[in-house]
């Protein structure tokens, strides 16, 4: 199945606070699972509304980030959007886990090795 | 497992030891990354010990200032120890406000080998602080005629000194809530504030009351009580209506603010209370001393710094302000989605005098809000009162119970006349004095009301008072 999904950043790393990231990344993976494109965006200010904003414009259907409040999680699940919340460790590993199909909320990639 | 050696006769457990301390506490290397963190820590952020060590301590805590203003890396090795306020958002996604304290940790030599940080949660506080907040602070003594504008801003001046405060007003409009919010902005805030009100106890209870007594002073003395005056030690003590206070409890009070010593009944001892009195009443005081109901001499003491609180009658457009203020409140406390007034509704909102001042304006909205099943206050959802008769009417029986009781209007009795007359009928009359002492003269006029030239210029016309 195509995806395409959203990741706020600090540096390499997923941004500890979904309403303060002041990047992003956009991946697209065909129906097998293979990158399409990879889409880098930056931000003046960070904020949880032009966040979700930017989700619902761009389309994106998964959404990996750390700390996420409850509003925010709750408004993009109801919009349909899967959100992976609490994932500490580098965004390349993240979406790495997630096209292999492991990536849950909550997982710690910075010690265990995929 | 580390330890904590050379304190005791046997080395401690460092986890067991930090996992007692309430607070939530992490200990972090010289890079940030967490070393142990204890139990209050895992409650707080979610995480549990196991999975985040080694981990960069933003990544867990997710304060705010961890992403963009970081206290560890401002410390140094001779940093004294930081606190900020921030806030965090924890597993649950749950936001809350924290403090965070942090401190450099060395070794034997000197040098710094980590970090700890300890986190309070201030969530309750803040909850607290905002309910608070919404009941007492200036913010929450909304106006913004130029009569409230002045006190707005000698309230703060009087917050930071120790002066006895006198604070005088029709009933209903705020001098318990001036009182608090002063108490509450002053360097006593953290004291307590303790309200007694005058003319609500017998003369004899009120003694033991205010000064506390010892036990067996009297029939029915069985402990010793400390009183409220006691009880207010290094906080405040607010004493309503104390234009009811009998005259032998009025010598007491002198004594006390005199000598600050209080003498509970049946003690041999006094006890020095660092105590700030405030006081308030809607009788006109200096009337009374003429009577001889009130002494002139605790007047003279309690009158170092004299609040008047106008009625609403003469705070300009502040009803459409608290008529909005209120009804958002009310909407929200019953869980309505009520708009706003329907312009009949409005107008005669508008031109009721409210004797209640703003008490009886919020009373009134909260019936209307209870009322209304529509989406906008309709004149059917006011009291039966409002719209039955005028509102300036005699006949109100509010107005007639209101006079009645308060028998020693406040204000002097040149403008007595005043009290049933609207805003607009007040604010003709204010221009036409100020027109009047200024001989006509618009600029000297627009000066004395604090309006500028064009506001004069467009309340003349509304008035017809020029062509």
């Not at chain 1, 979904?18 to 293979?34: H, M, Q, R, Y």
Request: charged share 25%; aromatic share 6%.
């Amino acid at each position: 199945m195509r995806q395409r999904l959203l990741i706020p950043l600090l540096g390499n790393d997923i941004a500890p606070r979904f309403d303060l990231a002041t990047e992003a990344v956009i991946v697209s993976f065909d129906k097998n699972g293979i990158e399409k494109e990879e889409k880098m965006l930056v931000f003046s200010l960070g904020s949880s509304e032009d966040l979700c904003h930017l989700i619902l414009m761009e389309e994106i259907k998964v959404v990996i980030c750390s700390g996420i409040e409850e509003e925010y999680y709750h408004y993009l699940t109801w919009k349909k959007i899967k959100v992976i919340d609490s994932v500490i460790g580098p965004w390349k590993k993240a979406t790495e886990y997630f096209r292999k199909g492991f990536l849950i909320a909550g997982t710690i990639l910075n010690q265990k090795p995929a | 497992m580390p330890l904590i050696e050379n304190l005791t006769e046997h080395p401690i457990a460092l986890e067991s030891f930090i996992d007692g301390v309430p607070m939530a506490l992490a200990v972090l290397d010289h890079n940030r990354k967490i070393i142990l963190i204890n139990r209050a820590y895992e409650a707080l952020t979610g995480f549990s010990k196991k999975e985040i060590t080694g981990i960069f301590c933003g990544h867990i805590l997710r304060s705010r200032h961890c992403i963009k203003n970081c206290p560890v890396l401002k410390m140094g090795a001779n940093s004294e120890p930081a606190g900020i306020e921030s806030d965090i958002i924890n597993k649950d996604r749950q936001l809350i406000p924290i403090r965070l304290n942090v401190a450099i940790i060395k070794n034997q030599a000197g040098q710094v080998v980590g970090h700890i940080e300890a986190v309070e949660n201030l969530k309750e506080f803040r909850s607290l602080d905002t309910q608070f907040r919404q009941a007492f602070t200036f913010e929450h003594l909304i106006g913004h005629s130029p009569q409230m504008e002045k006190i707005f801003k000698i309230l703060p001046v009087i917050a930071q000194s120790d002066s006895s405060v006198l604070i005088t007003g029709e009933t209903g409009t705020g001098k318990d809530m001036v009182a608090e919010a002063i108490h509450q902005s002053s360097n006593r805030s953290k004291g307590t504030f303790i309200k007694v009100n005058c003319g609500a106890l017998p003369e004899n209870l009120l003694e033991s009351e205010l000064f506390g007594h010892q036990k067996g002073s009297f029939t029915g003395a069985i402990e010793n009580k400390p009183g409220r005056f006691r009880l207010a030690h290094n906080g405040t003590l607010y004493l309503t209506e104390i234009g009811d206070l009998p005259l032998v409890l009025q010598v007491k009070l002198l004594t006390f603010l005199d000598d600050q010593m209080i003498h509970p009944v049946g003690s041999t001892k006094g006890f020095q209370a660092n105590v700030r009195i405030m006081a308030g009443t809607h009788r006109n005081i200096e009337l009374m001393v003429k009577k001889g109901t009130f002494r002139k001499d605790l007047l003279f003491r309690l009158n170092v710094v004299r609040i008047y609180l106008p009625p609403l009658r003469e705070r300009e457009n502040d009803t459409r302000l608290l008529l909005d203020h209120f009804l958002h409140k009310k909407n929200t406390k019953l869980n309505k989605s009520i708009s706003g007034f329907s312009a009949e509704a409005l107008k005669i909102l508008l031109d009721y005098i409210y004797p209640g001042n703003v008490r009886e304006l919020r009373n009134i909205i909260e019936y209307a809000v209870n009322v209304c099943q529509t989406n906008r206050i309709e004149v059917e959802h006011l009291p039966a009162f409002m719209i039955g008769a005028d509102p300036a009417s005699q006949n109100n029986p509010q107005i007639q119970m209101l006079e009645a009781v308060d028998d020693q209007p406040e204000r002097p009795s040149s403008r007595a006349a005043e009290k049933n007359q609207t805003w607009a009928v007040m604010e003709k009359k204010m221009i036409l004095d100020a027109l009047s002492s200024a001989h006509g003269k618009r600029n000297k006029t627009a000066e004395i009301l604090g309006w500028g030239r064009s506001t004069l210029w467009r309340k003349l016309k509304k008035h017809n008072i020029v062509e």
